[in-house]
Every structure is written in structure tokens, then in C-alpha cells.
């Protein structure tokens, strides 16, 4: 069964430090990986997606795509309060348009 | 450029009853996906429509179904409808021509409660 692994949280972080999460993939067909951010009550809004094997950095957000060891990392630097959300890992496979989700890290910055 | 809609914002129905459920996509967007999303199971496919075509399908009961207009709105139901029917019900639309690279906009759901 092709699944997203993350640590559901919640992972707390003070204001100013970097916020690290973290998912696995069992699904090698997997292509391409996004990070979605979801407050409460709210629908996913994108943050970042990522292709290929190495960093992809936008503003205070980083992500990691290691696709030989089916993992992907979101790194958030000088994290705010207003970062406190769930974060939402999904991948798309090969010749696909479904989005495969894992449950969501919960995020918490405290001031 | 105006966002994915969705309409209703809130529905509260009983069981056996039957609900639709729309979706308009980002202009020019022709590809709509629709996800289930509840605590305990988190966010689901459910289907993708492109050309009023379904091209995808999760792993859903036939109760729920959709389908596509030819401008590319969408409109999903479920059919005689059960308690674990209660979701977050989102629509996210993309421009549909690159298979497996393609990244998706999130409406802004539909919340859904079975009494």
C-alpha cells in the first residue's frame, strides 16, 4: 500500500528557531512531492513543491528531496506564530493527478 | 485571477438522504480533483475529472460520484448518505496536461455533517 509517513506532532518550536518536518515514501513510482500548510478550519493552501534530488529554498522555507531514500524534509527558518499550522506532505506518481497525503505534522511556534 | 470556489460552504443532512456538492476551478484550469478529508483517515482521493472525463478514481463506495461540465466545473454526490459521510469536502483544480507534475489549488471546501 503506497503511503506518506509523518510524525503527526505536535512539534513544537519557540519563535525565531528553525522548524524541521519530515516524511518518508513507500511509493517508489512517486514524482513529485509538495508541502502544504492547513490552519484550523481552512483548506491546504501550497507552499512549495519539489522534483528533483537535492534543495529547493523560497523566503524563510527550504525543502529536501532525497528520492533514493524516499524522503523529503521542510525546513522553516525564523519560524513565526503564524507558521503554527499542519503541514501536509503529498506526492503525486508517475503519470498521475492524485494526490497521496499522510496525515499532517502539527505544528506549534510558541512566542 | 480568482481562486477555486466551492458551494455550499456548509451542509447538514441526514441519513439516507443524497448531497451535491460544486466546485468552479481557477480559470483555465480544465483538470478537478475532489479529496475527503477527516480526522481519522486525513485527506483521501476521491476522483479527477478532466474534458468531463474521469480519468482517476480512489478507493471509494459507488455512493459517491461526479462529473464534469464543459466549462470545467465540477459537481460531486453521494448517494444515501451514512454518519462516516461527515467530512471536510475539497475540490482542487489544476491546469490537467502534465500527468504526475502538476500542483494543485485547494478550494475552499465543503464541510458536510450526517445526522
Known amino acids: 500500500q503506497k503511503e506518506v509517513e509523518q510524525n503527526s506532532g505536535p512539534l513544537s518550536v519557540p519563535e525565531g528557531a528553525i522548524a524541521s518536518l519530515n516524511c518518508t515514501y513507500s511509493?517508489?513510482?512517486?514524482?513529485?512531492f509538495f508541502w502544504y500548510r492547513q490552519y484550523s478550519g481552512k483548506s491546504p493552501e501550497l507552499i512549495m513543491f519539489i522534483y528533483s534530488n537535492g534543495d529547493k529554498e523560497d523566503g524563510r522555507f527550504t525543502a529536501q528531496l532525497n528520492k533514493a531514500s524516499q524522503y523529503v524534509s521542510l525546513l522553516i527558518r525564523d519560524s513565526q506564530p503564524s507558521d503554527s499550522a499542519t503541514y501536509l506532505c503529498?506526492?503525486?506518481?508517475?503519470?498521475?493527478?492524485?494526490?497521496?497525503f499522510g496525515k499532517g505534522t502539527k505544528l506549534s511556534v510558541i512566542p | 485571477k480568482a481562486g477555486v470556489t466551492q458551494t455550499p460552504r456548509y451542509l447538514i443532512k441526514t441519513r439516507g438522504q443524497q448531497v451535491t456538492l460544486s466546485c468552479s476551478p481557477i480559470?483555465?484550469?480544465?483538470?478537478v480533483s475532489w479529496y475527503q478529508q477527516t480526522p481519522g483517515q486525513g485527506l483521501q482521493f476521491l476522483f479527477e475529472y478532466f474534458s468531463e472525463t474521469q480519468r482517476n478514481k480512489g478507493n471509494f463506495p459507488g455512493r459517491f460520484s461526479g462529473r464534469q461540465f464543459s466549462n470545467s466545473r465540477s459537481e460531486m454526490n453521494v448517494s444515501t448518505l451514512e454518519l462516516g459521510d461527515s467530512a471536510l469536502y475539497l475540490c482542487?483544480?489544476?491546469?490537467?496536461?502534465?500527468?504526475?507534475?502538476?500542483?494543485?489549488?485547494f478550494g475552499p471546501g465543503t464541510r458536510l455533517l450526517v445526522l
Open positions: 482542487a483544480s489544476s491546469p490537467g496536461g502534465s500527468a504526475g507534475r502538476e500542483t494543485q489549488y
Open positions: 511509493d517508489r513510482g512517486s514524482q513529485s
Open positions: 503529498p506526492y503525486s506518481g508517475a503519470g498521475s493527478y492524485q494526490l497521496t
Open positions: 480559470s483555465g484550469h480544465r483538470s
